[in-house]
């Protein structure tokens, strides 16, 4: 094992119990043996890798989120970051795959649905055999969600939606949206936004326009035009007018996956830095003898060890039931965000010629990365949030 391997993939922290280091071996072996092969291919072709998903429910990866009463593997936080920081080391988009199913489209179904919602939609989602998606972002209103123009009108015994969704994960793809839409007045931003879960039964509704990512390929990104498209009352996700709270419960939720995210691109991307750094031979050694580039590697060993301390201290905290992991998770989200691509530029950099060209991994890596800025919440969206923690204007 070199000594790479010992101080970066076999880390180990205070909190972690013989639990997290048996699913971290295992989840590693899944991602080398079944993802990893197929992640150049993926980004390559920008195919939804549908094949994949009963493999990952199997392990356990779509339903980590999911009590076992309905169908789910149920991680603690500190495990769903284990899981998708090793399924982001293999592959970004099938670790996106894996959270936004597992994740952003079950935690308003979790939290806010009823018994009746729950019992039809999650152990669906934990098998795979339904796809979901999670669609908040328009056209005009990424980082303004309260400002969102999707209606729903009230029409018979339900609604009917009319509007576009857009940059929608597995959305070309998804059988099950769940989808926010302006019930109020659009003077009553979000007191005016309502979450309903969309099944997509027939052609047309919504109809799909796939999109060309990128980074994070393969993914089944799309933009959704829903035109008179009918819903039931009793899709009506929580209480009517309440969807925006919803969906901030969910980014809040979702922004430690993400940084698990950032920090398995990170990993991936100092891996090949190091390997390169050891093969490579400039004026008669080894490029690691020269202390511009040692010096590069040991900087991006440092700011992933940070990378992890918070990402993993927000799911320490959030699984203690302390309600500051809403701060701290804005925290890691924003830090592994960026350091994630400042450690994919510097890998890039690193290989040179090679790291520019696809037949090298950090290239697409250094892609995928860039979401992690964008994602989820901006970087800019981060420091609002905690901008208005730190001056006692949101109370966590």
């Known amino acids: 094992m070199s000594v790479l391997s010992h101080l970066v993939l076999e880390y180990e922290l205070p909190f972690f119990t013989d639990e997290h280091k048996l699913l971290r071996k295992s989840v590693r072996e899944f991602a080398e ?68 199913q597992g994740g952003l489209a079950v935690f308003p179904i979790l939290y806010y649905g009823n018994e009746e919602q729950k019992k039809r939609y999650l152990p669906r989602l934990a098998k795979g055999e339904i796809i979901g998606a999670f669609a908040l972002t328009e056209p005009c209103c990424g980082s303004d969600a309260a400002s969102l123009q999707l209606r729903a009108e009230r029409e018979r015994d339900g609604f009917t939606l009319t509007g576009r969704k857009t940059y929608i994960t597995q959305g070309a793809h998804a059988d099950l949206f769940v989808v926010f839409a302006r019930t109020g007045r659009p003077e009553d931003r979000h007191k005016g936004v309502t979450a309903f879960i969309f099944e997509r039964k027939e052609k047309g509704c919504p109809e799909v326009s796939p999109l060309e990512p990128m980074g994070f390929r393969g993914t089944g990104t799309a933009e959704l035009k829903f035109d008179n498209c009918f819903v039931p009352s009793e899709n009506v996700l929580g209480k009517e007018g309440r969807g925006f709270e919803a969906a901030m419960f969910t980014l809040d939720e979702g922004r430690i996956g993400a940084s698990a995210v950032a920090i398995g691109l990170a990993t991936a991307a100092l891996e090949e830095a190091y390997s390169w750094t050891l093969q490579r031979e400039a004026f008669g050694r080894p490029i690691h003898q020269f202390e511009a580039v040692r010096f590069q590697v040991v900087d991006m060993a440092v700011e992933l060890e940070a990378m992890r301390l918070l990402a993993y201290t927000a799911a320490y905290m959030k699984d203690r039931g302390d309600r500051r992991y809403i701060w701290l998770a804005s925290a890691a989200k924003l830090y592994t965000g960026i350091k994630a691509n400042e450690i994919a530029s510097a890998a890039v950099r690193m290989l040179g010629g090679l790291g520019y060209i696809k037949e090298s991994n950090v290239e697409r890596i250094y892609r995928d990365a860039k979401l992690l800025e964008i994602g989820e919440g901006t970087n800019e969206v981060q420091r609002w949030i905690m901008g208005k923690v730190l001056y006692n204007e949101l109370f966590v």
């Open 33 to 100: 043996k079944e993802v990893a092969p197929q992640a150049r291919k993926i980004d390559a072709t920008n195919e939804y890798p549908r094949w994949l998903l009963p493999k990952l429910a199997e392990q356990g990866l779509l339903g980590m989120n999911i009590p076992p009463e309905y169908g789910g593997s149920r991680l603690d936080s500190i495990g769903v970051v284990v899981a998708m920081e090793e399924l982001a080391r293999a592959s970004g988009s099938v670790a996106l795959i894996a959270g936004v």
